[in-house]
C-alpha cells in the first residue's frame, strides 16, 4: 500500500477509536518553553522522552540541523510568536551529534540535484541571480559552534524579550544524554 493510503486508512480508524482523547491538551506550553531542534529521525521520540517533556508540554520548532539561517526567516518568527502569543518564556536550541547538516558537502547535494533532473542551466542563472546555492546549503562544522551561534543570534534579536533565557544544548541521538553548551541563566 502506498503511503498515504496507509496513513489515511489507519488515521479513520484512529478517530473512530478515539485514541486522540489522551492527547487532549491545549495550544500553551504547561512547560512555558519552546525548543528549536534538528528534524533527524532518532530525535522523533528519543528527544521528549530523554527531557521529559509531552504532548502539551512544550512549542517545538524543528529543521534540517537546528539552524537559524536568517533573523527575520520563519524559524526565528516562530520563536517569537512562541513567547508573544503562546507563553513561551524560556527558549532551548537542541542540536545533536551525527547530524546530517553536519559537514554537508554542498558540491554532492548540487551533484544529486543535477542527477535528479536539475539542469546545470537553472543552476547557472541561479547563480547569476545573485543566489548561491552552495552558501544556502552549508551546514555546519561544529555542532556546539553552531548551536552557539544559534543561541547568539536569538539573544541578540532585536525583537526578543530581555529576561528570555536562551539555552544551548547538544544531544547524543543514541543515548539522549545532553550536553550543556550555553547556561541561558548566566548572561
Ligand atoms: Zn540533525
Same mark, same amino acid.
Given at each position: ?9 489507519? !488515521? ?7 485514541? *486522540? ?8 506550553? !504547561? ?52 513567547? *508573544? ?22 558540491? !554532492? ?18 547563480? *547569476? ?11 555546519? !562544522? ?18 526578543? /524579550?530581555?529576561?528570555? /533565557? ?22
Amino acid at each position: 500500500m502506498k503511503l498515504l493510503n496507509e496513513i489515511l486508512t489507519y !488515521n479513520e480508524q484512529f478517530v473512530a477509536e478515539k485514541k *486522540y482523547e489522551e492527547f487532549v491538551t491545549t495550544k500553551f506550553p !504547561n512547560k512555558r518553553m519552546v525548543i528549536l531542534t534538528c528534524m533527524d529521525t532518532r530525535l522523533l521520540e528519543l528527544l521528549p522522552k530523554a527531557l521529559n517533556v509531552g504532548n502539551g508540554d512544550v512549542k517545538l520548532v524543528k529543521n534540517a540541523g537546528a539552524l537559524i539561517m536568517h533573523p527575520f526567516g520563519s524559524i526565528m518568527r516562530s520563536i517569537l510568536i512562541a513567547i *508573544y502569543e503562546l507563553q513561551a518564556e524560556e527558549v532551548f536550541i537542541i542540536g545533536h551529534h551525527d547530524c546530517g547538516m553536519s559537514g554537508i558537502k554542498a558540491e !554532492n547535494v548540487m551533484g544529486k540535484m543535477r542527477e535528479r533532473g536539475i539542469k546545470k542551466e537553472m543552476l547557472e542563472t541561479l547563480a *547569476y541571480s545573485g543566489i548561491n546555492i552552495a552558501d544556502w546549503l552549508h551546514g555546519f !562544522n561544529n555542532v556546539s559552534e553552531s548551536v552557539a551561534h544559534s543561541v547568539d543570534i536569538v539573544k541578540k534579536h532585536p525583537l526578543l /524579550p530581555a529576561d528570555i /533565557p536562551v539555552h544551548g544544548l547538544v544531544i547524543d541521538p543514541e543515548t539522549g544524554k545532553l550536553d550543556l553548551v550555553v547556561n541561558g541563566y548566566k548572561d
